[in-house]
Nanobody
């Protein structure tokens, strides 16, 4: 069992930056693909970013490319999402997810992830 806890969300103004963290416990996530998803009110959960086990491969949604950066620190059993140039459309609950099955390839499909955190709220005021 993998427990994921997100933190770092908050209320910020448009143009600001936030760094989300996802701390894992119960198992090491060093061999897992990790992803970030988000869900805005009234919308389906959508892919944001994913990273391979060693950080060598990353994938981003078009809407965040160039603004968000996913990274990981396997020694700390953690994953991060640096979010810059935030806008109101980034307002959502952000979820961290772990994919334990093969292949170890970043994927944008939420059904391919096995463990999820409870989420952290990000609100961007315009």
């Amino acid at each position: 069992q993998v427990h994921l806890i997100e933190s770092g969300g908050g209320l910020v103004q448009a143009g600001a930056s936030l760094r989300l963290s996802c701390a894992a416990s119960g198992r090491t996530i060093s061999t897992y693909v990790m992803g970030w998803f988000r869900q805005a009110p009234g919308k389906e959960r959508e892919f944001v970013a994913a990273i391979s086990w060693n950080g060598g491969r990353t994938s981003y949604a078009d809407s965040v490319k160039g603004r968000f950066t996913i990274s990981r620190d396997n020694a700390k059993n953690a994953v991060y999402l640096q979010m810059n140039s935030l806008n109101s459309e980034d307002t959502a609950v952000y979820y961290c997810a772990a994919r334990i099955r093969s292949p170890n390839t970043p994927t944008m499909n939420n059904w391919e992830y096995d463990y999820w955190g409870q989420g952290t709220q990000v609100t961007v005021s315009s």
